[in-house]
């Protein structure tokens, strides 16, 4: 009996607990248009944060998914921006039990040029888990914030494509 207890004590401690380990939200998709510019500057994000979904985390599946998108050739320093893309979660739900986990993550997004706005812009991602693609809580609720960050990203992409789209067409 005392066996059974501890693997179900343990079993429920897996299921609620936080996860450690680090996400990597980042976008694989590859434009085949030229760089805008040669280098951007992403700060870290600010506003809402949890244990699914780090400051950290987002910034850096940002950062890979603009550089391997090709849309800008590198990442620069402070003091060497030519663009600069700020990031803001405003809101997210955390939802604590459920079979399903849909999560929302709410963004505002601020791109300037030589510090002036270029465009400021909001994004709502969804992501969702279901019991089918992961039996144990935790995984299943850390697997629908990586879904929503990555549509997050995504979406991003696709905005930063549409600015450069117009600002070719202006030329």
Same mark, same amino acid.
């Given at each position: 009996m005392k066996v059974f207890s501890s693997i179900f004590i343990l079993f429920i401690l897996n299921c609620v607990s936080p996860?450690?380990?680090k996400a990597d939200f980042t976008v694989k998709r590859k434009s085949n248009a030229k760089p805008i510019d040669s280098v951007i500057q992403i700060p870290?994000?600010?506003g809402k944060e949890n244990l699914y979904l780090t400051?950290?985390?987002l910034t850096h599946g940002i950062r890979d998914s603009i550089i391997g !998108?090709?849309?800008f050739e590198r990442?620069?320093?402070d003091g060497t921006e030519v663009w600069k893309l700020e990031t803001e979660i405003l809101d997210m739900n955390e939802p604590m039990v459920g079979l399903d986990f849909n999560i929302i993550i709410s963004a505002k997004f601020k791109l300037t040029k030589q510090n002036q706005i270029v465009n400021e812009f909001s994004i709502n991602a969804k992501g969702m888990a279901t019991v089918s693609d992961e039996f144990v809580a935790v995984s299943r609720l850390k697997l629908?914030? !990586?879904r929503a960050a990555e549509n997050l990203i995504s979406q991003l992409l696709d905005e930063i494509q549409k600015i450069r789209t117009n600002s070719n067409k202006k030329k």
């Open positions: 996860s450690v380990d870290f994000t600010t400051h950290v985390e !998108s090709g849309l990442i620069g320093q629908a914030y !990586s």
